[in-house]
Nanobody, 116 residues
């Protein structure tokens, strides 16, 4: 059974940090690239960051570049999103997607709220 489970969301103050995790099971995780997306209330889902199957190549949206870091641990079947210097504009539900050109899988999302 294929599963992607996000965790690590919560409430953080402006300027604070959170680390999201995306844990995979049921497929060969090391052969999949992974991306993080987010969706704020009333807005479309937007791309945040992506990492290649081996972890050697990363891509970021301009809005998070320099503040967020994506990483992949194939031994643990997990991708992380380290979020620093957060602003209220980072408030959203964060989703991870695993894809390999033939299949793609989504997690259920985790809520991140940045507020004082």
């Amino acid at each position: 059974q294929v599963q992607l489970v996000e965790s690590g969301g919560g409430l953080v103050q402006p300027g604070g940090s959170l680390r999201l995790s995306c844990a995979a099971s049921g497929f060969i995780f090391s052969t999949y690239a992974v991306a993080w997306y987010r969706q704020a209330p009333g807005k479309e889902r937007e791309f945040v960051a992506a990492i290649s199957s081996t972890g050697g190549v990363t891509t970021y949206a301009d809005s998070v570049k320099g503040r967020f870091t994506i990483s992949k641990d194939n031994a643990k079947n997990t991708v992380y999103l380290q979020m620093n210097s957060q602003t209220p504009e980072d408030t959203a539900v964060y989703y991870c997607e695993a894809y390999n050109g033939r299949n793609n899988y989504w997690g259920q999302g985790t809520q991140v709220t940045v507020s004082s």
